[in-house]
């Protein structure tokens, strides 16, 4: 089956969050550094925004050279408050990790996903799923970010850095590799410098090169494993999958309906053999929920959503059909047009012998 991968990178992360601390600083070049304290300016910079990238900032660049690049323009230089940055990290990973099948946390300001299931496997059903990340992120932390979309994680990857800041890249199987050809193949995801000279001495300097490359002599050269690995890199055809790891914290199941269509009633119909396989995952994993929610992809691929909270954790979800055809009901009458998708996803999960987070709930 095609898959859904996305990556989602915050922009210049922390310089953000200290701008939507004091957005005061918006406009000016502003500079988050680590400051060694051996004399008032040594040390290092952390990040940037991007009005200093502008003038030859970069991460890792000692503050005094930064210093002389932005001799005269107001520039601000902040300490780093890592204890800000892990809590804004937290909020944007649950928010993710609430509107995504699985969720892989790789770094404080960035992720892979997967998207298949919630998608369809639909790469205009994904893009409208990505650009509501995004506009929540936007919404409830103030910041922007950058996702790509792909079929691997090395395409994403990729995708989520190619239109920085504040971008969307889709880049779909069919164009996966005129979209790499031209790249450098640096941009791919363990290519460093020395790999980069071995290539280039073959003449490979672009992603296109080393797809296009006989593999036999790849194989002499750069030995079998790195040569194997590069020519499917080459495809973004790597098949390494999105990895929960600390599981999974929402499930959802959606589909397509034979027709568009208003009536909630014929929704929850063609919806109940998704709901009775969510029931028995539940089960089989003694999953228990507290939010469930039901999904509309309206005509215009808009996504609308429903939720309803219990108080306490359900275990049985097949005693909630009338809750569901409640929530298609209200969803219907609110989106103001056709469904031509529709799901149901838990939320809030706890697993039997999960003390800690059945405690939590008390
Ligand atoms: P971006 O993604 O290019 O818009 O900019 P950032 O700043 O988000 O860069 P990224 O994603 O590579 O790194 C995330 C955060 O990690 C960044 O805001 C600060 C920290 N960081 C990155 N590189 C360095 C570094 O070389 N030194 C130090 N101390 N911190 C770094
Ligand atoms: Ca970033
Ligand atoms: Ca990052």
Redesign the pocket.
């Given at each position: 089956m095609v898959r859904v991968i996305g990556h989602v990178?915050?922009?210049?992360?922390?310089?953000q969050v200290e701008e939507v601390e004091n957005p005061s600083l918006r406009g000016k070049p502003v500079l988050?550094c680590?400051f060694s304290g051996r004399t008032e300016d040594s040390g290092?910079v952390?990040?940037a925004n991007y009005v200093a990238r502008e003038f030859g900032v970069r991460?890792?660049m000692p503050i005094v050279l930064a210093k002389k690049k932005l001799e005269g323009r107001d520039a601000v230089f902040i300490p780093v408050h890592d204890e800000r940055y892990e809590a804004v990290s937290d909020g944007v990973m649950q928010l993710v990790g609430e509107r995504v099948d699985v969720l892989e946390k790789t770094?404080?300001?960035?992720a892979f996903f997967d998207i298949t299931m919630s998608s369809g496997a639909d790469y205009s059903v994904a893009r409208t799923l990505a650009a509501g990340i995004k506009t929540a992120i936007r919404e409830s932390h103030g910041l922007s970010a950058s996702i790509g979309l792909g079929r691997s994680k090395i395409v994403a990857k990729i995708a989520s850095d190619f239109m920085?800041?504040d971008g969307l890249t889709v880049v779909t199987p069919e164009s996966t590799v005129e979209f790499l050809g031209p790249l450098p193949v640096l941009k791919l995801y363990g290519v460093g410098p020395k790999t980069a000279e071995a290539l280039a001495a073959l003449g490979i300097r672009t992603i296109g090169d080393l797809a296009s490359f006989d593999v036999g002599s790849l194989h002499e050269r750069l030995g079998r494993k790195t040569a194997a690995y590069l020519h499917t890199a080459a495809r973004g055809e790597d098949e390494e999958p999105v990895t929960e790891r600390q599981g999974p914290t929402q499930l959802s199941r959606i589909i397509t309906l034979k027709r568009n269509t208003r009536d909630a009633d014929e929704a929850f119909n063609e919806l109940m053999p998704a709901m009775d396989d969510l029931h028995h995952r539940l089960v089989s994993n003694g999953t228990s929920f507290r939010t469930l929610s039901t999904i509309g992809v309206l005509t215009d691929l808009s996504v609308k959503t429903k939720s309803k909270t219990f108080e306490n954790p359900v275990e049985d979800l097949s005693l909630l059909k009338d809750d569901v055809r409640g929530l298609l009901q209200a969803l219907s009458g609110s989106a103001g047009r056709e469904f031509r998708r529709v799901g149901i996803r838990v939320s809030e999960l706890s697993s039997k012998g999960d003390q800690t987070s059945l405690t939590q709930f008390y």
């Amino acid at each position: 089956m095609v898959r859904v991968i996305g990556h989602v990178d915050l922009d210049y992360f922390y310089a953000q969050v200290e701008e939507v601390e004091n957005p005061s600083l918006r406009g000016k070049p502003v500079l988050v550094c680590v400051f060694s304290g051996r004399t008032e300016d040594s040390g290092v910079v952390s990040t940037a925004n991007y009005v200093a990238r502008e003038f030859g900032v970069r991460s890792g660049m000692p503050i005094v050279l930064a210093k002389k690049k932005l001799e005269g323009r107001d520039a601000v230089f902040i300490p780093v408050h890592d204890e800000r940055y892990e809590a804004v990290s937290d909020g944007v990973m649950q928010l993710v990790g609430e509107r995504v099948d699985v969720l892989e946390k790789t770094g404080i300001d960035e992720a892979f996903f997967d998207i298949t299931m919630s998608s369809g496997a639909d790469y205009s059903v994904a893009r409208t799923l990505a650009a509501g990340i995004k506009t929540a992120i936007r919404e409830s932390h103030g910041l922007s970010a950058s996702i790509g979309l792909g079929r691997s994680k090395i395409v994403a990857k990729i995708a989520s850095d190619f239109m920085k800041p504040d971008g969307l890249t889709v880049v779909t199987p069919e164009s996966t590799v005129e979209f790499l050809g031209p790249l450098p193949v640096l941009k791919l995801y363990g290519v460093g410098p020395k790999t980069a000279e071995a290539l280039a001495a073959l003449g490979i300097r672009t992603i296109g090169d080393l797809a296009s490359f006989d593999v036999g002599s790849l194989h002499e050269r750069l030995g079998r494993k790195t040569a194997a690995y590069l020519h499917t890199a080459a495809r973004g055809e790597d098949e390494e999958p999105v990895t929960e790891r600390q599981g999974p914290t929402q499930l959802s199941r959606i589909i397509t309906l034979k027709r568009n269509t208003r009536d909630a009633d014929e929704a929850f119909n063609e919806l109940m053999p998704a709901m009775d396989d969510l029931h028995h995952r539940l089960v089989s994993n003694g999953t228990s929920f507290r939010t469930l929610s039901t999904i509309g992809v309206l005509t215009d691929l808009s996504v609308k959503t429903k939720s309803k909270t219990f108080e306490n954790p359900v275990e049985d979800l097949s005693l909630l059909k009338d809750d569901v055809r409640g929530l298609l009901q209200a969803l219907s009458g609110s989106a103001g047009r056709e469904f031509r998708r529709v799901g149901i996803r838990v939320s809030e999960l706890s697993s039997k012998g999960d003390q800690t987070s059945l405690t939590q709930f008390y």
